[in-house]
């Protein structure tokens, strides 16, 4: 069993299970957590027995690292799970902090068709101790403390809810690796079930919400994200402006930008008219098309993407362009593939 897919009350209980205190579940989580100590041997405040029976009946590491390429602003993480998979993180140097961006899934059932995620569909959803090593193993061989974390890697993390929760739970609790809540993001492609959930969820909703809207009209989202077919723009739009979210606080819209598909001005002036009756609680971020040389779209000029962001500022809604980081070492959003044909 892995000590890290469990909260400290569970490993309290298992350790009671057989036989001791209960403040070692303590000890064994304070020694991963916050001295980052992977090997039971070295949790040197267990007795000798105690360790060797931790080591001959626990684990702690799920995926063994393969390699990781370097990107100058960013650098990715390549493992391989137990059943042999490959899954990616990917770390962002942003100017004053460090953002880890984690897959949730191997693989991604919604089929984006700009996404290479999408590709070879799902695989399998990622186990919370398989999200929670991407964490410390890239925590271990990294100086400074990472900051926040973003569930932009492979895989929707809110098709995978209750294992990206407990993560999430692990990830902010004072026991645990104890991040902000609000330095955590779960970008979804907007499934409606699973925000009516997160909206009930004290712990989920008051995490970043980012949502991947990428087209304004229930025509076009179709046929760019066919999860919409059933999960409608309107629902999810009504859900949004629904959603029991702090008033300083601002829904992301992720609107990936694609050449001739949906970075007209129009399309801006549709967006803007699905946004504007609560304008103050969205901030829309515009993707450039990171390209794929699998995938027939282009990368917007940048005068269409500032011609975009002109029409949703006049109408008051707070608009960034994002460059995805990552571009060179394919760890860019979209470009996270469970395959090495990355590797160069
Ligand atoms: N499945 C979740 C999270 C992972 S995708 C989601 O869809 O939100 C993270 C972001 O990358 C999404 O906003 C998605 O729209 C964007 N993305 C996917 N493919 C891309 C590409 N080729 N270029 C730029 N952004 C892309
Ligand atoms: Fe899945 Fe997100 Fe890629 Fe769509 S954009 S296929 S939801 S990972």
């Known amino acids: 069993m892995y000590v890290t897919s469990l909260t400290l009350k569970e490993l309290r209980e298992e ?119 991407q964490f410390l193993q ?5 100086k400074e403390k990472i900051r926040n974390v973003v569930f932009m890697g492979m895989g929707e993390p809110l098709a995978n809810y209750q294992n990206v929760r407990k993560a999430v739970e692990i990830m902010v609790s004072p026991w645990g ?21 997160m909206a009930e969820d004290p712990l ?18 179709e046929s760019l994200m066919p999860i919409s077919k059933t999960n409608t723009l309107e629902e999810l739009m009504e859900v949004l402006h629904d959603f029991p979210y702090p008033p300083d606080r601002r829904i992301m819209i992720e609107y990936v930008l694609i050449r001739g598909i949906n970075d007209s001005v129009e399309h801006a002036r549709e967006l803007a008219k699905l946004l504007r009756k609560n304008r103050k609680k969205f901030k829309v971020n515009l993707i450039p098309f990171n390209p794929d ?29 994002r460059i995805s980081k990552g571009i060179k070492v394919f760890g860019a959003c979209g470009q996270l593939r469970s395959k090495r044909f990355a590797l160069r």
Not at 48 to 61: G, S, V
Not at 204 to 221: F, Y
Not at 293 to 321: C, D, H, N
């Open 177 to 197: 690796l104890d991040l902000s809540k609000r330095r955590i993001s779960i970008s979804t492609s907007g499934l409606i079930n699973q925000l009516k959930a």
């Open 15 to 133: 350790v009671k299970k057989i036989g001791w205190e209960p403040y070692r579940a303590d000890q064994i989580l304070n020694w991963i957590y916050k001295r980052f100590v992977f090997d039971f041997q070295q949790m040197t405040n267990l007795s000798k027995e105690q360790r060797a029976f931790l080591k001959d009946n626990y684990l702690i590491h799920s995926l063994e690292l393969l390699d990781v390429l370097e990107g100058g602003d960013s650098k990715k993480f390549l493992f391989k799970t137990k059943d042999a998979h490959i899954i990616e993180t990917v770390l962002i140097y942003e100017r004053d902090h460090l953002t880890l961006c984690v897959s949730s899934q191997i693989g991604c059932a919604i089929g984006c068709s700009f996404c290479a995620t999408a590709r070879d569909g799902l695989i399998r959803n990622l186990k919370v101790e398989e999200i929670i090593d």
């Open 293 to 321: 040389p699998e995938l027939p779209y282009k990368r917007p000029s940048m005068e269409s993407v500032y011609a975009f962001q002109k029409v949703l500022w006049e109408e008051g809604i707070s608009t960034f362009i």
């Open 204 to 221: 989920m909703r008051e995490l970043n919400l980012a949502v991947s809207i990428n087209a304004p009209s229930q025509n076009l989202r």
């Open 138 to 142: 890239v925590q271990k061989m990294t």
